[in-house]
């Protein structure tokens, strides 16, 4: 979240910053006005990239180690060319954090797996998620590329605190 908000400052700060210089001093030539107007849409751009980041749309990085799982959709892949589908995960690292939403390419065994944790969810059972890493297998025997797998178990439930005096 840092460099998302990092980026976005600097989207609105560097073209403000560009004008102040062109505005300071002679006037500027018109070289440098047709560089600053080339250099604005990359400004633009880091700007929607940067409100995309923290405006909660689903990142596509691998989820954290450790999860509590609140929410799952999926999209199997469809008969058109190009549809492969997609898996989003709306999950929590802990207590304390935000919900993220986390976009995965489809994967039938996960489609298994979620099914399995909201019938779970459904029955009250809150769902915490593992990362685990595995050596992904070809027809040729293990590759050195690394798969990461997910499993959802029961979450166990917090205590009640202690009764005082």
Known sequence: MPEATLL???A???PIALIALLMVGKAP???RKILLLAAL???Y???FLGLQA???WPVRTPPPDDFQLLAHSIREPGPRAGDDGEILLWLRRGPDQPPRVHRLAYDRQLHQALTEAGERQAAGRPQRGYRRHQEATSG???SPESAARLRFEDDTPRGLPAKRG
Do not use: T, V
């Open 8 to 10: 976005l400052s600097a």
């Open 41 to 43: 849409p990359a400004f």
């Open 12 to 14: 609105y700060l560097l």
């Open 140 to 142: 040729d025997g293990p």
């Open 45 to 47: 751009i880091a700007h």
């Open 29 to 31: 030539s018109a070289r």
């Open 54 to 56: 923290i405006q909660g």
